[in-house]
């Protein structure tokens, strides 16, 4: 191989590496500008869930809780208040316990999986989750949903997050 000519682009190698290099270190991502992305998540999970526990007796087939957003983000709640913390880890608690025993009830092939399943104690925790994640929403952005985040020359360039 001739590596001559590499002299004459090795400057022009680095410029390139370099300017990779800043725009990897400006999209880090600080817990300001993930924290609304992660509360809308939050959110959804909330709904799904309230959703999935109003239509239990309807369904023929029990369906699991959502639990993604809580347990990638669970150690990263300290900046809701102490009720809503408190709230949100009861809820999923019991929604992870719920979930534990449908997959036990499904592994033991039992013929009804819906008995012994009180829906009823995680109903409030749920509703009140809600509500506590909607009023951060609407304290911190004006709304129940966090403002759009529109694309910047970067994200189409080399991808958003």
């Known amino acids: 191989m001739d590596f001559g000519n590499l002299g004459e682009n090795a400057i022009f ?9 800043i725009f990897i270190l400006f ?7 993930e924290r609304p992305e992660m509360v809308r998540n939050l ?12 239509t239990f007796h309807q369904r023929p087939k029990p369906r699991r809780f959502e639990m993604t957003t809580w347990l990638l983000n669970r150690k990263k709640m300290d900046f809701f208040e102490k009720s809503l913390q408190a709230d949100l880890k009861s809820a999923f608690t019991l929604a992870e316990d719920f979930n534990r025993q449908l997959k ?6 039992s013929a009804d999986s819906k008995l012994g399943f009180d829906l009823e104690k995680i109903k409030e925790p749920m509703a009140n989750s809600k509500k506590g994640l909607e009023d951060w929403l609407l304290a911190h952005f004006g709304g129940k949903e966090p ?7 970067t994200d189409y360039l080399f991808g958003g997050r």
């Open 147 to 153: 403002p759009p985040k529109y694309p910047t020359i």
């Open 104 to 109: 036990a009830a499904k592994k033991a092939k």
């Open 13 to 21: 190698i680095v410029i390139i590496l370099g300017i990779f290099g």
């Open 27 to 33: 999209r880090r991502r600080s817990p300001d500008r």
């Open 43 to 54: 959110l959804t999970e909330v709904r799904i869930n309230q959703a999935l526990i109003e």
